[in-house]
């Protein structure tokens, strides 16, 4: 099992363009999120999507959109990049449940200049 | 008021020593308690979860909750320079859906 995937690793884009995230999970888990991590703030949750077909704000979804494509993939838009959208972006997913847990993906290093 | 507040540290202890890091939360309705390991330019990894009041132990390491206190604790035992690195603790919310939230994170240096 590959876990948590997250594509591009890198990605360094100009004020105004688009890009979308990409994160895969294979582990059959129901609930994906999408967090920014910046120094000194911790982990930020974006958005995230509770099941298959559904996605909901989280604490700074501003200048951010989802898309829950099936239960394995759930992406993460940036319609008109910032420089303060410069962050490590992290895509985590849970099975649900009493005892649920969180796993990451390896994070998406991205760069606004 | 965070949900979540850890002391950013760095918190410097010898190696061998006994590492306690400290983790306060605000919500009585929290339900699950974690710590995750840090790397520097690496992902969150899970170390311990804790569902309830008490110690939980796995090998180095022992997880302490207090939720009269609202006071989460993890102690590593005979810390190694490979234990160095940024220690966070998480929270889950929610009945009908799991919130997770994040403190700031602790960096812990373990010097040889």
């Known amino acids: 099992n590959a876990g948590v995937t997250q594509t591009p690793k890198f990605q360094v884009l100009k004020t105004g363009q688009s890009m979308t995230l990409q994160c895969a999970q294979d582990m059959n888990h129901n609930s994906m999120y999408w967090y920014r991590q910046d120094p000194g703030m911790g982990l930020r949750l974006i958005y995230y999507s509770a099941s298959e077909g559904t996605t909901d704000k989280g604490e700074v979804p501003n200048g951010y959109n989802v898309s829950r494509l099936n239960k394995r993939e759930f992406s993460l838009r940036l319609e008109s990049a910032a420089p303060s959208q410069t962050s490590v972006y992290f895509c985590a997913s849970s099975v649900g449940g009493p005892e649920d847990t969180q796993y990451f993906g390896p994070g998406t290093r991205l760069t606004v200049l | ?112």
């Open chain 2, 1 to 112: 008021q965070k949900e979540v507040e850890q002391n950013s540290g760095p918190l410097s202890v010898p190696e061998g020593a006994i590492a306690s890091l400290n983790c306060t939360y605000s919500d009585r309705g929290s339900q699950s308690f974690f710590w995750y390991r840090q790397y520097s330019g690496k992902s969150p990894e899970l170390i311990m979860s804790i569902y309830s009041n008490g110690d939980k132990e796995d090998g180095r390491f022992t997880a302490q909750l207090n939720k009269a206190s609202q006071y989460v604790s993890l102690l590593i035992r005979d810390s190694q320079p490979s234990d160095s690195a940024t220690y966070l603790c998480a929270v889950r919310q929610g009945h009908n859906f799991n919130k997770f939230y994040f403190g700031s994170g602790t960096k812990l240096n373990v010097k040889p």
